[in-house]
């Protein structure tokens, strides 16, 4: 079974430019996440989606972070303009569906870092 | 407000010698715990997860959870340690909010296996 797809990597920009991270889940999986982790923290959720709905996008910040998941399946995040601040691993994850038993699976994560 | 709570920022164990890492909980209700691995430039890793029945949960690569809810703690262990689990360590706890099942994370215990 392919794990959760991400990219790029490592992506590597000036504040006030834009940048966008994909991410492919799980095959099968509608649950998918986005989490924000900042060096010597753990991962803060950014966004939720079950299939192509926002679940929860409470601690996006909506003026510079936005995300979306056409037909349901692969997503992007997109910040607009870069901040300092947003220099963290940008990670998705997937599980098969919204549960409170449902462990959920990660992709490697894009590291940025804004300059 | 569901969370969790790792109080050791570094855990050194010798090879062979037993290992536990901290974790503690806040919850209402009964808990939905996980521990993930996240090895460098890697994404997290599952590990185990505790959702009900015996408090000693069995997961992978060696690695066991014990549950105790008179003390709100899940901490994690394994009889032998190797020096390739070294990494870091997160504790979690499913959110059960609006959010239907976002996990929230510990802020992650470095462990380091000498030889």
């Known amino acids: 079974e392919a794990g959760v797809a991400q990219s790029p990597r490592y992506k590597i920009i000036e504040k006030r430019q834009s940048v966008a991270f994909w991410c492919n889940p799980i095959s099968g999986h509608a649950t998918l996440y986005w989490y924000q982790q900042i060096l010597g923290q753990g991962p803060k959720l950014l966004i939720q989606f079950q299939n192509n709905g926002v679940v929860d996008d409470s601690q996006l910040p909506k003026d510079r972070f936005s995300a979306e998941r056409l037909k349901g399946v692969d997503s992007t995040l997109k910040i607009q303009p870069a901040k300092l601040e947003d220099s963290a691993v940008y990670l998705c994850?997937?599980?098969?569906?919204?549960?409170?038993?449902?462990?959920?699976?990660f992709g490697q994560g894009t590291r940025l870092t804004v300059v | 407000a569901q969370s969790v709570a790792q109080p050791e920022d570094q855990v050194n164990v010798a090879e062979g010698n037993p290992l536990t890492v901290k974790c503690t909980y806040s919850?209402?209700?009964?808990?939905?715990l996980f521990w993930y691995v996240q090895y460098p430039n890697r994404g997290l890793q599952f590990l185990l997860k505790y959702i009900t029945g015996d408090n000693l949960v069995k997961g992978s690569y060696g690695f066991e959870a014990e549950f105790n809810k008179s003390q709100t703690s899940f901490h994690l262990k394994k009889p032998s340690a190797l020096v390739s689990d070294s990494a870091l360590y997160f504790c979690?706890?499913?959110?059960?909010?609006?959010?239907?099942?976002?996990?929230?994370f510990g802020k992650g215990t470095k462990l380091s296996v000498k030889p």
């Open positions: 919850v209402s209700g009964n808990p939905y």
């Open positions: 979690a706890v499913r959110d059960k909010g609006g959010s239907q099942g976002n996990l929230i």
């Open positions: 994850a997937s599980s098969p569906r919204t549960g409170m038993n449902t462990e959920a699976f």
